[in-house]
């Protein structure tokens, strides 16, 4: 069924150690800000749309639709800003003006992200074909209602930032303040932890509130990297030492499922 929905795909490659340091100074400056005024004022409902299955369904649509992965988190991203602001609006009934056109709205929510970053076109047509082979059948003036739904929902605001892009950043940052670190190669690994974390967040973040301070042992040059990375992480974020490689073993002992003080 993949080979049915394939479509061209531009993937924009990413060129660490291009960006001027102003622009990356700025630039990292206003991310810190947004994310200061999202916590600040965090929404009752925030979170309640990123579980497992629906994270996991909207990977396997960027999956089967051979869509950029940049399109799977930002379509996380709009689903959560889409259930967020119906939240304001009607409160605990949230879920009933949901529950009937949800699998609707999560797949407008990807078909919106990837008509932004225009890594792949998938064409009205090709997106009711999909969606039937779902078991929905649906017009695409339905599909296209939807679509302008979600667009209404996010407040017209389609340009919100996703965990990608924070990693993305950070890495470059890493990248122009220590040369040495093999930034690429890390943008890959990348990859597949944020997905594993995306996925699992609500068990990492659960054994973060319930693990004692980790106590790794490491062999000389591993702690000697940990703690260099570590400082420059620290340093562009803001957040501790102890707080990133506690939440980092806490990923790795979840990934390798084992206890986070054997790591």
């Known amino acids: 069924m993949a080979k049915t929905f394939l479509c061209h795909r531009v993937v924009a490659r990413l060129n660490f150690g291009e960006t001027p340091f102003d622009v990356l100074n700025d630039f990292l400056i206003n991310l810190n800000n947004i ?32 869509l950029d992965p940049s399109v799977g988190y930002h379509a996380i991203e709009l689903l959560q800003s889409v259930a967020i602001n119906e939240s304001k609006r009607y409160g ?6 949901l529950k009937d056109t949800f699998p609707l709205i999560l ?10 970053f225009l890594h ?9 074909q999909f969606l039937y082979s779902l078991g929905l059948s649906v017009s695409k003036q339905t599909l296209l209602e939807s679509e302008l739904m979600v667009f209404k929902g996010v ?11 924070y990693v993305e950043v950070i890495l470059e940052v890493l ?7 093999p930034v690429e190669h890390l943008y890959r690994l ?36 940990q703690r ?32 986070s003080s054997a790591v």
């Open 175 to 181: 990248g122009h303040n220590e040369p040495s670190v």
């Open 155 to 165: 407040e017209y605001r389609l340009n919100v930032l996703n965990s990608l892009t």
């Open 35 to 66: 994310n200061k005024d999202y916590l600040d004022g965090l929404p009752k409902w925030s979170g309640t749309f990123k579980q497992k299955r629906l994270v996991e369904y909207i990977f396997l649509i960027t999956q089967q639709l051979k």
């Open 228 to 259: 260099k990375v570590v400082g420059e992480l620290s340093h562009i974020t803001g957040i501790t030492r102890r707080n990133i490689t506690e939440f980092a073993l806490v990923i790795v002992a979840h990934i390798t499922g084992t206890s």
């Open 190 to 225: 990348c990859h597949y932890v944020l997905q594993f974390v995306t996925l699992e967040q609500t068990a990492i973040y659960d054994s973060l509130l319930r693990s004692p301070h980790a106590s790794p042992c490491y062999s000389f040059h591993d702690a000697f990297c």
């Open 107 to 116: 797949f407008s929510c990807v078909q919106l992200a990837n008509k932004l």
């Open 120 to 128: 792949c076109h998938v064409n009205t047509s090709t997106a009711v």
């Open 92 to 97: 605990d009934l949230i879920f009933n003006n």
